[in-house]
């Protein structure tokens, strides 16, 4: 997974920002405040690779995929995706390139529309961008119910249940069924926004074997949402963790969990049970004090400063930078200053 | 049952024989649970692990006999409570019992408390309902007790709504309404799923520290193996109903026994060791417990299935050290390991 060296990333993620405004009044609305959901975070994702974003719910994972989706209209910032910069392009140049970023959602019942055959669900993209003018003629309808079927395949599912409803399949199949979507249209990247994590274990380990192989045979990228750190250092080769809208580590999966160098990382990983209880009751905890705080104000120190074990005076009015501590690994803290 | 030598370190506080809850739907009957058996002695912590429809919901709401009826039904069986069976008690007595002797903690902190009311009212309507004491002195109560569960600034935020807490603080709530009664049995569903890991750290502490304080015996239901692995003293695993396998937690991990243990241990990506590849997995969904036929529920998913085993669901047996486990690789006189 790891060794597909590319010269020019797949995906740039530059000085992302997404703000929610907070209105007042009942008529004349007025902005008085914003929900700083993503504020202003930058990566790479090369070719091949896949890329993990790990954080507590409210950190902005989700916020931050469906921003470079543009599912949502970023605040500002830009996401460069194969040479194209998908927050400044023209809707047409924008929609073109899109077509080769889909995405898995988390909750398999409400992500497909209950109303649709397996069928049209799968072939929805297809549909769509064909009514687009954006796919090329061979796409005919026998060709799409051709494609249908072998996705259907491809997934793991048979083909024979084309004709079904998701209220028929179980929340694995559902997800397969997802997934089969998500490749309907040859996508070169897939934004995966916890796809496992409404799954039971016995699944989510089916699922996460079906995203390691699918990635290999197709060449796919992966920009991989999760909340559970295991699963996440299962699959990804980098690894971003996430805290109020800010990176805070951004490391190779293997080096991040061997030599976590950010307090909240740390944290994070000693917080994480460990299914073997010789182990894990030997484990010294870390244990947070306090919940996340609010992202509606604006922070002028360490994000982090509030429930850090190891604040320093310094912490609490300067934004610490990423700071890159080796050619893979880069932490935002004025501990390694 | 030869070695009981596992359960005697406890006082036995409850008992649960061959407990059966059936739902009756449109589509025939569920057995949601299907006669199944453990003991929780004082001060002991008892896990319940198994996936999504195994029935270990049920099995809790079936002791504090919250089962909806219709359509739900507890068929047979018998909970044993200090003495008393529970599924035969009046109404009466069984208010008693329940958030006074046994009470619970839900999945859900956000449903769980009402929103309507102030934290205030719903602690002190707890407490008084089973204690006999003064608005005051209840309402003294409950600031201790917020206080106990590491709640900051209690004396104020003792007057807030659910609504002001965050997901973690209100499950804190949820806790001190539990243990403010000085419960015997605490049983708490699934009480960090909906919690992130590090508030779920400081959760699962706070309990294990206030079972240990109020020497409390905790029943406690997860699908996650790692949050079992830490926290208690003996495992239960459930599969469609039934207990498949028992036993003390180290020995479960260290041998687990039935193919399922064994899956869902392998199946789960570790973070403290090396992966390359592949993770096992088992093939297959989770039955339909609906009209299940007698066999081992799990046989279409097992690879070590028998001709036995898809026509006589197995007996349990008992490996020793209170290791039981319910599968025919055990009870024929070839006693195979799987490796």
Redesign the interface.
């Known amino acids: 997974m790891s060794n597909a060296i590319e010269k020019k990333p797949l995906l740039e993620v530059m000085d992302l920002k997404q703000h929610f405004p907070i209105e007042s009044g009942f008529i004349f609305k007025r902005q008085i405040g914003a929900v700083r959901a993503v504020d202003g975070i930058s990566f790479n994702v090369n070719e091949g690779e896949t890329l993990g974003i790990v954080g507590e719910s409210g950190c902005g994972k989700s916020t931050t995929v469906r921003s470079i989706a543009q599912l949502y209209r970023p605040t500002s910032g830009s996401v460069i995706f194969d040479g194209v910069d998908l927050v400044h392009a023209p809707t047409q140049q924008m929609l073109d390139a899109r077509k080769n970023m889909q995405m898995i959602f988390q909750d398999p019942y409400a992500s497909l529309d209950p109303r649709m055959t397996v069928r049209t669900i799968i072939a929805e993209p297809l549909s769509i961008y064909r009514k687009r003018g954006m796919l090329d003629e061979s796409y005919t309808p026998e060709f799409i119910e051709k494609r249908v079927e072998e996705l259907m395949e491809r997934v793991g599912l048979n083909k024979a249940f084309k004709n079904r409803y998701p209220h028929e399949f179980s929340g694995g199949q559902r997800q397969r069924i997802g997934i089969a979507r998500a490749l309907a249209l040859n996508p070169k990247i897939i934004l995966a926004d916890e796809p496992v994590s409404a799954l039971d274990v016995s699944i989510q380990s089916q699922i996460l074997n079906l995203l390691h192989d699918l990635q290999k045979e197709l060449g796919l990228t992966y920009l991989f949402i999760a909340h559970d750190l295991a699963v996440i250092e299962y699959i990804s080769t980098r690894v971003a963790v996430m805290y109020l809208g800010k990176i805070m580590e951004l490391s190779r999966a293997s080096d991040l969990y061997k030599n976590p160098l950010h307090p909240y990382t740390k944290a994070l990983l000693s917080a994480a049970p460990i299914p073997d209880p010789e182990i894990e009751r030997k484990r010294q905890r870390i244990i947070l004090t306090g919940d996340v705080p609010s992202p509606n104000k604006e922070r002028f120190g360490c994000y982090f400063y509030d429930r850090c074990p190891s604040r320093m005076e310094k912490c609490k009015s300067n934004i610490p930078p990423m700071k890159r501590m080796d050619a893979h690994h880069e932490v935002a803290c004025w501990l390694y200053e | 049952m030869t070695n009981k030598n596992s359960q005697e370190n406890y006082d036995m506080l409850l008992e649960v024989n061959n407990l059966k809850t059936y739902f009756k739907t449109d589509a025939g009957i569920v057995k949601a649970v299907d006669g199944i058996s453990f003991k929780l002695g004082k001060g002991e912590t008892l896990g319940i692990v198994g996936?999504?429809g195994s029935g270990k919901s049920v099995t809790n709401l079936s002791i504090m006999r919250l089962i909806p009826s219709p359509p739900g039904k507890i068929v047979d069986g018998e909970v044993i409570f200090e003495g008393r069976d529970i599924l035969q008690l009046p109404e009466s007595a069984l208010r008693n019992i329940r958030g006074n002797e046994i009470s619970m903690i839900f999945q859900d902190p956000m449903t769980s408390l009402n929103p309507f009311l102030r934290i205030s009212t719903q602690m002190i309507e707890t407490i008084r309902l089973h204690q006999d004491i003064s608005k005051k002195d209840a309402l003294q109560k409950s600031v201790d007790m917020l206080k106990l569960v590491g709640i900051p600034a209690a004396e104020e935020r003792i007057h807030n709504y659910p609504h002001q807490f965050?997901?973690?603080?209100r499950q804190r709530v949820m806790i001190a309404m539990a243990l403010s009664c000085e419960a015997k049995i605490l049983i708490a569903d699934e009480p960090t799923t909906a919690l992130?890991?590090?508030?779920?750290?400081?959760i699962l502490?706070l309990i294990q520290e206030l079972a240990k304080k109020l020497d409390t015996a905790v029943i406690l239901i997860t699908?996650?193996?790692?949050?079992?692995?830490?926290m208690c003293d003996t495992v239960c695993v459930m599969y469609a109903g039934k207990i498949v396998e028992k036993a003390k937690?180290?020995d479960l991990?260290r041998n687990p026994s039935h193919p399922y243990t064994y899956?869902?241990?392998q199946?789960?990506?570790?973070?403290?060791k090396?992966?390359d590849?592949?993770?096992?997995?088992?093939?297959g969904?989770?039955p339909n417990v609906i009209d299940l036929p007698p066999c081992c529920p799990f046989h279409p998913r097992c690879n070590k299935a028998m001709d036995i085993c898809r026509n006589q669901y197995p007996p349990t047996k008992d490996l020793g050290n209170g290791h039981e486990v319910a599968c025919w690789l055990f009870t024929d006189e070839k006693e195979q390991s799987h490796e």
């Open positions: 996936e999504s965050s997901g973690g603080m992130d890991v590090t508030i779920q750290a400081q502490e699908h996650d193996l790692g949050v079992v692995a830490g937690t180290e991990y899956g869902l241990i199946s789960v990506p570790r973070l403290d090396a992966h590849g592949k993770l096992y997995s088992i093939e969904q989770p």
